[in-house]
Every structure is written in structure tokens, then in C-alpha cells.
């Protein structure tokens, strides 16, 4: 559905293993240029560990989560936050409010 609003997207099965560890689709976003659009918080847990700067993560986070009923509302923050994403950063969509974190996370 990204892409027919002009965003370059793929799912995960279509490059890599169904089974692969999230460690292992962070280092293949990474590696690719890709962010990780995910309603896991197990990305922006794994940023956090290890302070990466990249690759950027999008959790969305919604109790309907049917494509359909999340598209409008991702394209426009993916639209919005162009510029951070591209630089580092953890963003997360909730239909109420987005909030963003720059990467690296430091705590």
C-alpha cells in the first residue's frame, strides 16, 4: 500500500527469512537504507541497547491496525519526518500523536 503512494517498500519474507531475528533485519535495513516499519517495540528496545544511529524505526502503534486504517495517517508522518528519518531517527505513531526521538538514543 506504501507504494502506490510513491514510497519504496518491501516486506521482510520478500528479502529474508520468516524467521529471522530482529537483530538481523536492523542490520539488513541498515546495510540496504531501509527503515523498519513495525508495530513491534522490540526495534526501538534494540536501538536504545545499542545506541545505533541507523537504521531509522517506525512503530506504529494503534489498536486497528489494518493497513487500510493506518495508511493515511503513515504516509503523512513518513512525509513530515522525511528529513529525520533519512538522518536517524524513532518515531511513533499513535492515531492521538507521533513522537520522535533522534538517533542515537542515549539514556
Given at each position: 500500500m506504501?507504494?502506490?503512494?510513491?514510497?519504496?517498500?518491501?516486506?521482510?519474507?520478500?528479502?529474508?527469512?520468516g524467521d529471522a531475528s530482529d537483530t538481523e533485519i536492523m542490520?539488513?535495513?541498515?546495510?540496504?537504507?531501509?527503515?523498519?516499519l513495525t508495530g513491534d517495540?522490540?526495534?526501538?528496545?534494540?536501538?536504545?541497547?545499542?545506541?545505533?544511529?541507523k537504521p531509522s524505526v517506525v512503530q506504529i502503534r494503534a489498536e486497528d491496525t489494518r493497513p487500510e486504517g493506518l495508511i493515511d495517517l503513515t504516509v503523512g508522518v513518513l512525509a513530515r519526518l522525511k528529513t529525520d528519518i533519512?538522518?536517524?531517527?524513532?518515531?511513533?505513531?499513535?492515531?492521538?500523536?507521533?513522537?520522535?526521538?533522534?538517533?542515537?538514543i542515549i539514556r
Open positions: 506504501l507504494s502506490v503512494q510513491g514510497i519504496e517498500a518491501v516486506y521482510w519474507t520478500d528479502v529474508g527469512e542490520a539488513w535495513a541498515e546495510r540496504n537504507g531501509y527503515t523498519v517495540l522490540d526495534f526501538g528496545a534494540i536501538l536504545t541497547a545499542t545506541q545505533q544511529s533519512e538522518a536517524g531517527a524513532l518515531i511513533t505513531i499513535d492515531p492521538r500523536k507521533t513522537r520522535i526521538h533522534l538517533l542515537p
